[in-house]
């Protein structure tokens, strides 16, 4: 892998899209306008657009932001899928896939077996960002495309706390806050400062979280009739489950997000001795070891005792 670049990868090409997983994060976010800057600045005859779902308006500094919309038809040369380990997590922009005469999968995720024939895949890379900085030119890279990098590593890391930060991962963002971005500002405008909407959300899923297994697991939950309530998006919802999974003897943390009546998003987090990856796919889902995801149906108490099951044969083990 080390021995490929983005500017080999995309040589020839003039139309390029750019598509990532559902409910984009920093990562997703930053890694799509990271690689669309690098590639306008490379050749800015080239047409790049990406294909994401509506992104968190805290991103909406980054360069090309404006820019972002859900495919609508449209052939092109090439296609990158970026920080994504299974198809369904693309949703409905999955459809650019097949109108693109070759599609390159970058990725970070550990679940990723190979989502499509041309896939690079480096799970020890602690963000899909990281994994982008290597694979372009360091001189190339401008001020636009480092915010957008740099954004990606701080959300992917926990603003560096993550066991998946290495001291590549500290020299990557040394380099890229040599750019000149503005790198404190990014850390607490996109993951420190919060709206009173999320303080509030954050409050209520606290209060009302539960430990189990012996106290080293602890769940919370969020509805959707306390969403229609708080007229809540997503992105409101953004750093709860790490703020369960640092309660003081937890090894595990839950968060669940209820999509439609009873069909939850779940979030997995742990610290040691869980791997939620395995947790993850047994369910269908996917992710890292210390971070994973997954859809389970049923009522709360099912999908808890279900997951539990998982948990606990790990933390029995």
Do not use: W
């Amino acid at each position: 892998m080390e021995q490929v670049k983005i500017d080999g990868l995309a040589a020839g090409a003039q139309k390029i899209c750019i598509t990532g997983h559902i409910r984009p994060d920093g990562d997703c976010t930053g890694s799509c306008l990271g690689l669309r800057r690098y590639l306008l600045d490379g050749d800015v005859s080239r047409q790049v657009d990406v294909f994401l779902q509506p992104a968190p308006t805290v991103f909406s500094f980054l360069d090309g932001f404006d820019q972002i919309r859900e495919y609508d038809g449209g052939r092109y040369d090439l296609c990158f899928v970026l920080d994504v380990s299974d198809p369904e997590r693309i949703g409905e922009n999955a459809a650019c896939l097949k109108q693109a005469d070759r599609v390159i999968c970058i990725d970070h995720h550990v679940t990723n077996a190979g989502l499509i024939p041309e896939t690079y895949v480096k799970p020890n890379a602690a963000a899909t960002c990281e994994l982008l900085f290597d694979l372009m030119d360091e001189e190339k890279i401008s001020k636009k495309t480092a915010e957008c990098l740099y954004l990606g590593l701080v959300h992917d890391t926990g603003i560096f706390r993550h066991s998946n930060a290495t001291r590549h991962t500290m020299e990557a963002a040394g380099i890229l806050m040599e750019k000149g971005i503005a790198h404190a500002k990014i850390i607490s405008d996109t993951f420190l400062t919060k709206t009173y909407l999320q303080n509030q959300l954050l409050g209520r899923a606290l209060v009302e979280s539960i430990l189990f297994c012996e106290g080293r697991c602890i769940v919370s939950m969020i509805s959707g009739r306390t969403m229609e309530f708080y007229k809540a998006k997503h992105e409101d919802l953004e750093g709860i489950v790490d703020q369960l999974r640092v309660t003081k003897g937890v090894d595990c943390a839950i968060f669940m997000t209820e999509m439609e009546f009873r069909v939850y998003k779940v979030s997995l987090r742990s610290n040691e001795k869980v791997d939620v990856s395995r947790v993850a796919a047994y369910f269908g889902g996917g992710g890292h070891v210390r971070a994973a995801g997954c859809t389970l149906s049923g009522t709360f108490y099912d999908v808890v005792n279900n997951l539990s099951e998982q948990i606990a044969a790990q933390l029995d083990g």
